[in-house]
């Protein structure tokens, strides 16, 4: 079954502490994207990549940090610099080659909270 | 900076009756609109997209218009059932840009039995 996946399912952290989000896709999309979700606003880009060993900064790239080694991978690292990490985070994927550069397919997702 | 604005916020239908939901955006350089389905608990999935050359676009229950000089898009669900209860979010967006893509705040539909 062909498809996004996002791990963990939900996720705290500590202060001054680093986390990963993972992402992992099997649809041999080029495009990965990073979105975040907070309540009564829509989806604002934090990084996205085009194809492996490539990325750019999204509107709210700051705190954050992405890799993109595979093209099936797109962690994504929230660092200690993000000093409001607590949101809904999605990952999501689309298809080069054509015009169309819109996220077509989106994960389930990973809430992260603060402890 | 570049925005979309979507309304209502939340809405309630009888099941059966139909669902609009508007929204405005600013970029005049948009030239796509997709929308999107965020059921409880799920994904985002794409449900319907319109382009700029297009006034309507209908796929069996749902249907979208486009108002370019108004800046103007709108969902329609006509009769509606319980499944279609969501949130549901639109977009505006440069086709051919990955970073353009500006997301309205969402609607949340309710469908009441």
């Known amino acids: 079954d062909g498809g996004i996946t996002q791990s963990p399912k939900y996720l705290f952290r500590k202060e001054g502490q680093n986390v990963t989000l993972s992402c992992e896709q099997n649809l041999n999309h080029d495009a990965m994207y990073w979105y975040r979700q907070d309540p009564g606003q829509g989806l604002r880009l934090i990084y996205y990549s085009q194809i492996v060993n490539d990325f750019q900064k999204g509107d709210i790239a700051e705190g954050y940090s992405v890799s993109r080694e595979k093209k099936e991978s797109f962690p994504l690292t929230v660092t200690s610099a993000q000093k409001n990490p607590t949101a809904f985070y999605l990952c999501?994927?689309?298809?080069?080659?054509?015009?169309?550069?819109?996220?077509?397919?989106f994960g389930d997702g990973t809430r992260l909270s603060i402890l | 900076g570049e925005n979309v604005e979507q309304h209502p916020s939340t809405l309630s239908v009888q099941e059966g009756d139909s669902a609009v939901i508007k929204c405005t955006y600013s970029?005049?350089?948009?030239?796509?609109f997709p929308w999107y389905k965020q059921e409880l608990g799920k994904r985002p999935q794409l449900i319907i997209d319109?382009?700029?050359?297009?006034g309507e676009k209908k796929d069996q229950r749902i249907a979208v218009t486009l108002n370019k000089t108004a800046k103007h898009f709108s969902l329609h669900i006509t009769e509606t059932q319980p499944e279609d209860s969501a949130v549901y979010f639109c977009?505006?967006?440069?086709?051919?840009?990955?970073?353009?893509?500006?997301f309205g705040p969402g609607t949340s539909l309710s469908v009441i039995p």
């Open positions: 319109i382009r700029s050359n297009v």
């Open positions: 977009a505006a967006s440069r086709e051919t840009s990955y970073d353009k893509v500006i």
């Open positions: 970029d005049s350089a948009s030239n796509y």
């Open positions: 999501a994927s689309s298809i080069m080659g054509t015009a169309l550069r819109q996220p077509q397919h």
